[in-house]
C-alpha cells in the first residue's frame, strides 16, 4: 500500500476529474493525493471507515489522466487494518458469515452431472445469483446442457466477499479450493454468471478458463421467446468494465428477446457502481445509497443489469430492476422488476435448495 501511495500523491494533479463522479472522495471531500498522504501518514487506523467507504469500481483510473487506481491503494489499506486487526469493521459480519456459509456443506458442491465422474464444461453460478433465484439456476443449467451435453455444475463462491473486506489471503484460498475441486471433473472450462466472479477467476485461475456465461449464450444463436416490447435502461455492472465483449453480448441477448434498450450516460465503460461495491453498504450506506442513485436518477425506464447484487441494490432503494436472466427465462420479467431483495433467510434457503437439487442430478 505504502508504495501505491506514495505514487499517488506523488502523480495526482488534482485535476478533480475523478471528485467530481466519486461519492467516496465527494463524502468526505478529499482528493486522491490528500488521501494517499493520510495513508502514508496514518494507514486510515484513526479512520478506518475511510478505506472501507470506497467502491473500488475502477471509474477514477477510467478518468484519470495519470491512470491512477485509487482502489488498489484503498485495498492495500484495508488488508493493513486486517492485519493489524482493526479490519474487517462490526458492519462486515454479514458478508464474514455469509462468506462462511457459501464455503460449507449446506452450499458448495461440484458435481459432473448425471452419474459422470467427470465433464466437459462446469457452469458456476455463483453465490449471489443461487441466492436470488434457485429457478433461473436451473434454466440456466438446463439450457446450456442443450449446448453441452457433459456439463457439471458447481455451487460455491469465488471468494469475493473476503477479498473486498481485505482477508485477501482467505480469499484466494478460497479460489484455490474451487480451482482445485473443478479440476478434479477433469475439465478445463468454467462458465461464470457473476460478472465479479468471472473478473476474479480469470485474473487468479491458472489452470481453467473461465467465460462468461452471456457471451456464452449469445454465441450460441438460439433466439429466446420475446415476452414483450418494453425498455429497459441497461445497468452495466462495475465489475464488467474493461470488458466489451460482455457488454456486447447481453445487449445482443436483450435485443434478440424483443426489448428495447435505453443507454443513458454513465453505461460501459462509464457506468456508475451500483453501490455496493467494495461492500460499501455494510461500512458506510449513505455512500453507497449516493452512489446508487445516481444510476437512478439517469435512468428513464425499469432497469435491466446482469448482476443479482446490483439487482437487488437497486431494488432496495426503491428502483425496479430485472435482471437479464429473468428476462430470458422468467415467464413474467416484469413481475421480477418489482420483486424485494429477499429476505437473508429466505437467500440461505435458496442457497440450501440449490445444493439438494445438484445431489440429485
Same mark, same amino acid.
Given at each position: 500500500?505504502?508504495?501505491?501511495a506514495?505514487?499517488?500523491?506523488?502523480? /495526482?494533479?488534482e485535476?478533480?476529474?475523478?471528485t467530481?463522479e466519486?461519492?467516496f472522495?465527494?463524502a468526505?471531500g478529499k &482528493?486522491?493525493?490528500?488521501?494517499?498522504?493520510?495513508?502514508?501518514?496514518?494507514?486510515?487506523?484513526?479512520?478506518?471507515?475511510?478505506p472501507?467507504s470506497?467502491?473500488?469500481?475502477?471509474?477514477?483510473?477510467k478518468? /484519470? @489522466?495519470?491512470?491512477?487506481?485509487?482502489?488498489l491503494m484503498i485495498?492495500g489499506?484495508?488488508?493493513k487494518?486486517?492485519?493489524?486487526?482493526?479490519?474487517?469493521?462490526? %458492519?462486515?459480519q @454479514?458478508?464474514?458469515?455469509g462468506?462462511?456459509? +457459501?464455503?460449507?456443506?449446506n452450499?458448495r458442491?461440484?458435481?459432473?452431472?448425471?452419474?459422470?465422474?467427470? /465433464?466437459?464444461?462446469? $457452469? $458456476?453460478?455463483?453465490c449471489?445469483l443461487?441466492?436470488y433465484?434457485?429457478d433461473l439456476v !436451473?434454466?440456466?443449467?438446463?439450457?446450456?446442457?442443450?449446448?453441452?451435453a457433459n456439463? %457439471?455444475?458447481?455451487?460455491?463462491?469465488?471468494?469475493?466477499p473476503?477479498?473486498?473486506?481485505?482477508? &485477501?489471503? +482467505?480469499?484466494?484460498?478460497? &479460489?484455490?479450493?474451487?480451482?482445485?475441486?473443478?479440476?478434479?471433473?477433469?475439465?478445463?472450462?468454467?462458465i461464470?454468471?457473476?460478472?465479479?466472479? +468471472?473478473?476474479?477467476?480469470?485474473?487468479?485461475?491458472t489452470?481453467l478458463?473461465?467465460v462468461?456465461?452471456?457471451k456464452?449464450l449469445s454465441e450460441?444463436?438460439?433466439k429466446?421467446?420475446e415476452?414483450?416490447?418494453?425498455t429497459y435502461?441497461?445497468?452495466d455492472?462495475c465489475?464488467?468494465?474493461?470488458q466489451?465483449e460482455?457488454?456486447?453480448?447481453?445487449r445482443?441477448?436483450?435485443?434478440?428477446s424483443?426489448y428495447?434498450?435505453?443507454?443513458?450516460?454513465?453505461t460501459r465503460e462509464?457506468?456508475?457502481?451500483c453501490?455496493?461495491g %467494495?461492500m460499501?453498504?455494510l461500512?458506510?450506506?449513505?455512500?453507497?445509497?449516493?452512489?446508487a442513485?445516481r444510476?437512478i436518477?439517469?435512468?428513464?425506464?425499469?432497469?435491466?443489469?446482469?448482476?443479482s447484487?446490483?439487482?437487488?441494490?437497486f431494488?432496495?432503494?426503491?428502483?425496479? /430492476?430485472v435482471?437479464l436472466?429473468?428476462?430470458?427465462?422468467?415467464?413474467?420479467?416484469?413481475?421480477q422488476?418489482?420483486?424485494? @431483495?429477499?429476505a437473508?433467510?429466505?437467500?440461505t434457503?435458496?442457497? !440450501?435448495i440449490?445444493?439438494q437439487?445438484v445431489r440429485g442430478?
Amino acid at each position: 500500500m505504502i508504495n501505491y501511495a506514495e505514487t499517488v500523491a506523488t502523480k /495526482c494533479i488534482e485535476c478533480g476529474q475523478c471528485t467530481d463522479e466519486c461519492d467516496f472522495l465527494i463524502a468526505y471531500g478529499k &482528493t486522491p493525493k490528500e488521501l494517499a498522504n493520510e495513508a502514508l501518514n496514518t494507514k486510515f487506523s484513526d479512520n478506518p471507515v475511510l478505506p472501507y467507504s470506497c467502491n473500488i469500481c475502477g471509474y477514477c483510473q477510467k478518468l /484519470c @489522466p495519470e491512470n491512477l487506481d485509487l482502489g488498489l491503494m484503498i485495498m492495500g489499506a484495508r488488508e493493513k487494518l486486517v492485519s493489524e486487526r482493526i479490519g474487517p469493521l462490526p %458492519g462486515h459480519q @454479514p458478508a464474514i458469515e455469509g462468506q462462511e456459509f +457459501y464455503v460449507s456443506d449446506n452450499f458448495r458442491i461440484i458435481s459432473a452431472g448425471t452419474g459422470a465422474e467427470s /465433464c466437459d464444461v462446469v $457452469f $458456476f453460478p455463483g453465490c449471489a445469483l443461487s441466492a436470488y433465484s434457485p429457478d433461473l439456476v !436451473k434454466a440456466t443449467y438446463s439450457y446450456l446442457k442443450t449446448q453441452h451435453a457433459n456439463l %457439471g455444475i458447481a455451487l460455491g463462491c469465488c471468494g469475493g466477499p473476503s477479498e473486498l473486506i481485505g482477508k &485477501t489471503d +482467505y480469499a484466494n484460498q478460497i &479460489t484455490e479450493q474451487l480451482e482445485q475441486d473443478i479440476k478434479r471433473l477433469g475439465t478445463s472450462e468454467i462458465i461464470v454468471a457473476c460478472p465479479y466472479c +468471472y473478473k476474479r477467476l480469470s485474473e487468479r485461475l491458472t489452470d481453467l478458463k473461465p467465460v462468461s456465461l452471456y457471451k456464452e449464450l449469445s454465441e450460441a444463436g438460439t433466439k429466446f421467446p420475446e415476452k414483450g416490447n418494453s425498455t429497459y435502461s441497461i445497468h452495466d455492472p462495475c465489475s464488467a468494465r474493461g470488458q466489451p465483449e460482455i457488454q456486447d453480448a447481453v445487449r445482443s441477448l436483450i435485443s434478440k428477446s424483443g426489448y428495447t434498450i435505453e443507454e443513458h450516460t454513465h453505461t460501459r465503460e462509464n457506468t456508475h457502481c451500483c453501490g455496493m461495491g %467494495g461492500m460499501v453498504f455494510l461500512a458506510n450506506a449513505d455512500v453507497g445509497a449516493a452512489k446508487a442513485k445516481r444510476t437512478i436518477r439517469e435512468s428513464q425506464h425499469d432497469l435491466v443489469t446482469y448482476c443479482s447484487t446490483c439487482r437487488d441494490i437497486f431494488s432496495s432503494q426503491g428502483k425496479k /430492476c430485472v435482471h437479464l436472466l429473468d428476462l430470458l427465462f422468467h415467464k413474467n420479467p416484469a413481475e421480477q422488476a418489482a420483486k424485494a @431483495p429477499n429476505a437473508p433467510e429466505v437467500a440461505t434457503k435458496n442457497m !440450501k435448495i440449490l445444493n439438494q437439487w445438484v445431489r440429485g442430478i
